[in-house]
């Protein structure tokens, strides 16, 4: 990649009318949907539009926020992990271990388990990259894997630690948690990184035309390589803050929460064909979907209902983003 730099001018993102005005009414459309579905609810329950209501959405959603920026940059290189709730679920339980079974500290357990997460976002790049394998299939063994390891470690039994990384997820100044405050920096990261950094640009490039990039000079191997390796690293430290919420770690935790990981990127507007996504987008997305869930809670909706109506969202926003793909196609 070193030699690449030289013979290759990477994809940019210029802000040209154009994509200025569609940038514009996505977040339009994201603001007006997040609107629409407060007011919705609002107007079903008399408890939604309330302080307390909007802080326990905030102090809910930084684990889902945490893992959607590693998947937005997934979904821009064209791939897709559905590893990211088991490894959440081995990156607590080995820093659980860490801190109750080892008698590690805070700093040392925390730094096991985001090893953990990288080491399985690596296995899962460089199989996938390596022998040119769908992500798809991959990171579906690595689900598996990350679980059968989850229940090893915890001898299938809930780890409780007490209060000993409480603080993370403890509300502060005006009830947010500093879990909050660190998802909000990650995606302020991820959405710099992406939009102004030579390895977002070739994340997009690779998304867009991995075949051209090649020719172009590029080898796109370590470049999506990272991009797995740092959703791992994501999907641990998501385990951690919902290790400091639960005051324990449950090999049981995050079954099922790709889909909401993978719905919030989509609702967001990155692309499954790849080359297009926005963190900040993103975020909209798990907001989309927490107040999906907190305002169905709170109308008394059962939980069949609920899936069912969070499941129709997640296919509207798969049949708006291959719309949008098909009208971008016909343009170019």
Same mark, same amino acid.
């Given at each position: 990649m070193q030699s690449s730099t030289q013979t290759m001018t990477p994809p940019s993102t210029p802000a040209t009318g154009g994509k200025l005005r569609g940038a514009m009414g996505t977040y339009i459309g994201l603001l007006g949907t997040l609107a629409a579905m407060i007011a919705l609810f609002g107007s079903l329950s008399q408890y939604f539009l309330t302080m307390e209501t909007f802080i326990t959405i905030a102090n809910d959603i930084p684990a889902l926020a945490v893992m959607a920026v590693g998947m937005t940059f997934v979904l821009v290189i064209a791939g897709i992990d559905l590893s990211v709730g088991s490894v959440m679920a081995l990156g607590g339980a080995v820093t659980a271990i860490a801190l109750q079974q080892w008698q590690w500290g805070v700093w040392p357990a925390a730094l096991l388990g985001l090893l953990t997460g990288l080491v399985c976002g690596l296995i899962t790049g460089m199989v996938s990259v390596g022998w040119r394998l769908p992500s798809f299939i991959v990171s579906l063994g690595m689900l598996e894997i990350a679980r059968g390891s989850a229940y090893i470690a915890? +001898?299938?039994?809930?780890?409780?630690? &007490?209060?000993?990384?409480?603080?993370?997820? /403890? #509300?502060?100044a005006g009830g947010i948690s500093p879990a909050f405050i660190l998802a909000l920096l990650v995606v302020i990261a991820g959405q710099i990184v992406l939009t102004r950094t030579v390895f977002g640009r070739y994340m997009i490039g690779?998304?867009? =035309?991995? !075949?051209?990039?090649? *020719? /172009? &000079?590029? +080898? #796109?191997? #370590?470049?999506?390589?990272?991009?797995?390796? *740092?959703? &791992?690293? *994501? /999907?641990?430290?998501?385990?951690?803050?919902?290790?400091?919420?639960? !005051?324990?770690? +449950? #090999? =049981?935790?995050?079954? &099922?929460?790709e889909l909401q990981v993978i719905a919030a990127v989509v609702i967001g507007g990155t692309s499954l064909m790849g080359g297009r996504g926005s963190v900040i987008n993103t975020f909209f997305g798990v907001l989309i979907i927490a107040v999906l869930e907190a305002g169905l809670a709170q109308v008394g909706a059962s939980e069949p209902t609920k899936r069912i109506i969070t499941g129709c969202v997640i296919v509207a926003a798969v049949v708006l983003d291959m719309y949008r793909e098909r009208r971008r196609t016909r343009k170019a």
């Open positions: 915890t +001898d299938s039994r809930t780890q409780y630690i &007490g209060t000993t990384v409480e603080w993370l997820s /403890a #509300p502060i690779i998304g867009t =035309n991995e !075949e051209a990039m090649r *020719l /172009a &000079g590029v +080898d #796109p191997r #370590p470049v999506k390589v990272a991009v797995f390796a *740092l959703i &791992g690293v *994501l /999907a641990a430290i998501a385990g951690l803050m919902q290790t400091s919420r639960l !005051e324990a770690a +449950d #090999p =049981n935790m995050g079954v &099922g929460v």
